[in-house]
């Protein structure tokens, strides 16, 4: 079995977390902050959209955006000589774009559960408004940010469709698990497709396994 595939997505999955994860946090905060609830409708319907919408329709929009004639694709290509589409950084960016939405709803959830009585204590004892999201509000909602990265981080490393359409299926470079089981089946080598679907059930299994642990972790913070 070629173990290409699992570590491309693993350090596709990785590097993705890693921008989500802090994307997606501060993205709640200011959410979770707004006031004007209209406002605050129009921009959460924005946030969540690629989680409702067909990742091959996700992959379509950021195929126009960061392709070789994409407004940032070609500022990339003509000023700085680096090609965005069908390169392994591309498959980091369909990533981003798709596990976003988890880990913004999960961090905006999280937060918006931290008992409000918390953070007019931090007010009364002179904090400001930082310094009571990392001191107070971020370890109070910890198990639920938690949650939502491990949750992101799965999400990141089964994504197909949009992965497909900006980064393409190259061997050795963009083929990613779910690519690579599609090209076994595609060409009628079941073994190798059997194997790479052990794996990223296993991969599965450990994510729901860590999500059970986070979840317990949150009743008994609440």
Avoid: H
């Avoid at 007010?123 to 001191?135: A, C, D, M, V």
Wanted: proline content about 5%; overall charge positive; glycine content about 10%.
């Amino acid at each position: 079995m070629n173990l290409s595939p699992i570590l491309i997505s693993i350090r596709t999955a990785t590097a993705a977390i890693v921008v989500t994860f802090f994307l997606g946090l501060l993205a709640a905060k200011f959410v979770a902050g707004m006031r004007r609830k209209e406002w605050k409708m129009i921009l959460d319907g924005i946030l969540t959209l690629p989680l409702v919408l067909p990742p091959t329709v996700a992959g379509f929009f950021l195929l126009y955006i960061f392709g070789v004639r994409g407004p940032v694709g070609k500022f990339f290509l003509d000023f700085f000589s680096i090609k965005i589409a069908f390169s392994w950084g591309a498959t980091v960016l369909a990533a981003v774009a798709i596990s976003f939405p988890l880990m913004y709803r999960s961090a905006r959830g999280a937060l918006e559960q931290v008992d409000p009585n918390l953070i007019y204590a931090g007010r009364t004892l002179g904090l400001s408004e930082w310094q009571i999201f990392w001191k107070v509000s971020l370890p109070t909602a910890m198990p639920g940010i938690a949650s939502g990265g491990v949750l992101a981080f799965a999400r990141g490393l089964g994504e197909f469709g949009a992965t497909a359409m900006i980064a393409g299926n190259i061997a050795g470079k963009t083929r990613t698990l779910p690519l690579a089981i599609y090209s076994a089946v595609s060409s009628g080598d079941m073994d190798i497709a059997y194997n790479y679907v052990l794996v990223i059930v296993i991969f599965s299994f450990a994510v729901v396994a860590l999500m059970n642990y986070f979840t317990i972790q949150e009743k008994r913070v609440k």
